[in-house]
């Protein structure tokens, strides 16, 4: 699913800044797509966690042959030796769980994350061990969409930042965060540009 406000979001920010302009005119055609329910998203991303991308999906194979359908009951039904077998780590099998109870228990609202706002999902999800703040902005942009998230820790778009606007040195957080205000209310979408610009295939999450 593309996001609704994708085309008017890029020509304000082609209107707003000449490098987005160029950017937003190289990848034409090109946009965010959501995939994935939300369990299952952020379960693997705590998958993916300090591993190689290979490593991430050899284990995330492994783990929907073992449950083939991945679910909060799912996971909790599971002996950890179990999900350890998968070639999941203890630390990841004890966040794995921790998820599965905060989906099960419903401390975790997903039906209510329409109305909510960025930050308080981020505070939601940062209530799961080892789901930090990273972690929450990146399911916020790939999964819910959500058009203006700017994730000042990511090294990507640091870089991107370098490279387009400070002469490749890498942007003061301070410095980043004020330059981004000028990208507002669009700042999920400036960043998936600017991601762009250092790799031309779309990252899914």
């Given at each position: 699913?593309?996001?609704?406000?994708?085309q008017?979001?890029?020509?304000?920010?082609?209107?707003?800044?000449?490098?987005?302009?160029a950017l937003?005119?190289?990848?034409?055609?090109?946009?965010l797509v959501?995939?994935?329910?939300?369990?299952?998203?952020?379960?693997?991303?705590?998958v993916g966690q300090q591993i190689?991308?290979k490593?991430a999906?050899t284990?995330w194979?492994?783990?929907a042959?073992?449950?083939p359908?991945?679910?909060?009951?799912e996971v909790?039904a599971?002996?950890?030796?179990?999900l350890?077998?998968?070639?999941?780590s203890?630390?990841?099998v004890?966040y794995l769980q921790d998820?599965a109870?905060?989906f099960?228990n419903?401390q975790?609202?997903v039906a209510?994350?329409a109305s909510?706002?960025d930050?308080?999902?981020?505070?939601?999800l940062?209530?799961v061990?080892g789901i930090?703040?990273w972690?929450?902005q990146?399911?916020?942009?790939?999964n819910?969409?959500r058009?203006d998230?700017f994730?000042?820790?990511?090294?990507?778009?640091?870089?991107?930042?370098?490279r387009?606007?400070c002469?490749?040195?890498?942007?003061?957080r301070g410095w980043l965060?004020?330059?981004g205000?000028?990208w507002?209310?669009?700042?999920?979408v400036a960043?998936?540009?600017?991601w762009r610009?250092?790799?031309?295939?779309p990252?899914e999450?």
């Amino acid at each position: 699913m593309t996001p609704s406000y994708w085309q008017q979001a890029g020509a304000e920010l082609a209107l707003a800044d000449p490098v987005l302009a160029a950017l937003v005119e190289r990848f034409a055609g090109t946009a965010l797509v959501s995939r994935g329910e939300p369990f299952v998203t952020l379960a693997r991303s705590i998958v993916g966690q300090q591993i190689s991308v290979k490593a991430a999906d050899t284990v995330w194979a492994r783990l929907a042959q073992a449950l083939p359908v991945l679910t909060a009951s799912e996971v909790l039904a599971r002996e950890p030796a179990s999900l350890r077998a998968c070639g999941l780590s203890v630390r990841k099998v004890e966040y794995l769980q921790d998820l599965a109870r905060h989906f099960e228990n419903g401390q975790v609202h997903v039906a209510h994350w329409a109305s909510m706002s960025d930050a308080e999902i981020i505070d939601e999800l940062t209530a799961v061990r080892g789901i930090g703040v990273w972690t929450a902005q990146m399911f916020l942009i790939f999964n819910q969409l959500r058009p203006d998230v700017f994730p000042l820790d990511d090294i990507g778009l640091q870089k991107a930042v370098a490279r387009h606007y400070c002469d490749g040195q890498r942007p003061a957080r301070g410095w980043l965060a004020a330059h981004g205000e000028r990208w507002r209310p669009w700042r999920s979408v400036a960043t998936w540009y600017l991601w762009r610009s250092l790799d031309p295939l779309p990252v899914e999450y």
